[in-house]
């Protein structure tokens, strides 16, 4: 397992990542027809043309404070955590983190420890 720093190739992995993890985590918790329409509209790829745009807004220095890690398992990318400014007035380079996902794959090990903005251990 390796954590890294994400890169803008990293997106269509993200995008697979975000899309499982919240459809997941949602079905049975929201109205079926609105998690229908989730599914429908919602898509890995869509989801990775947002991580895209982040990626390369953080590459080019616009968004100095924001922080994505990734975690790569067996040849694919299992986990992400993004963290950026608490609010408007903390100190610089104080990060809160500000969403940490875990592939449904990986929750199914056993190995979630994201809850807790720690990262699986397995």
């Known amino acids: ?26 079905r049975g918790q929201i109205p079926d027809e609105a998690w229908q329409k989730r599914v ?13 745009r982040l990626l390369n807004e953080v590459e080019a220095g616009e968004l100095p404070r924001t922080v994505l890690l990734v975690v790569e398992g067996d040849a694919e990318l299992d986990a992400l955590a993004l963290g950026g400014p608490v609010d408007e007035g903390a100190p610089p380079r104080s990060p809160g983190w500000t969403r940490c996902t875990c592939c449904p794959s990986v929750r199914a090990g056993g190995s979630d420890d994201c809850s807790s903005g720690g990262w699986p251990t397995s």
């Open 1 to 26: 397992m390796e954590v890294r720093a994400a890169v803008p190739a990293d997106a269509p992995a993200l995008g697979r990542v975000m899309v499982a993890t919240w459809l997941t985590a949602h």
């Open 40 to 52: 429908d509209e919602w898509t890995p790829q869509v989801s990775a043309r947002g991580w895209e």
